[in-house]
């Protein structure tokens, strides 16, 4: 069973930056390892829908939403297994609980098709709360 758990979330004044981090574990079952899988952001803000804000793929395959693009960057560690959302220029409207998520991946498609949604992802983390203040 894959688990995903979040750190580093916090209170920020608009204009600051965050450093999420997620650890990634329980996928060398079936000698597995990281980079099998697509491992993204997203984040749900009060009364909204949850939306993808970055996700990676092996080799450094990134995929931003337009709305971080330029003021996020993901990254995945292969020897800590941890994947880190850095964010710069954040904005109130970045308030919102972030969760990491995972699943394997489904060759052929890059990092939007899960970031997006068509495909399902099927481990989540606990979330973690970012609040930008103003």
């Known amino acids: 069973e894959v688990q995903l758990v979040e750190s580093g979330g916090g209170l920020v004044q608009t204009g600051e930056s965050l450093k999420l981090s997620c650890a990634v574990s329980?996928?060398?079952?079936?000698?597995?390892?990281?980079?099998?899988?697509?491992i993204g952001w997203f984040r749900q803000a009060p009364g909204k829908e949850r939306e993808g804000v970055s996700c990676?793929?092996?080799?450094?395959?990134?995929f931003h939403a337009n709305s971080v693009k330029g003021r996020f960057t993901i990254s995945m560690d292969n020897a800590k297994n941890t994947v880190d959302l850095q964010m710069n220029s954040l904005k109130r409207e970045g308030t919102a609980v972030y969760y990491c998520?995972?699943?394997?991946?489904?060759?052929?498609?890059?990092?939007?098709?899960?970031?997006?949604?068509?495909?399902?992802?099927?481990?989540w983390g606990q979330g973690t709360q970012v609040t930008v203040s103003s």
């Open positions: 990676i793929t092996a080799f450094d395959n990134t």
């Open positions: 998520a995972g699943r394997r991946k489904v060759v052929g498609y890059g990092p939007e098709y899960y970031c997006s949604g068509v495909y399902e992802m099927n481990y």
């Open positions: 329980g996928f060398t079952f079936g000698h597995y390892i990281i980079g099998d899988y697509v």
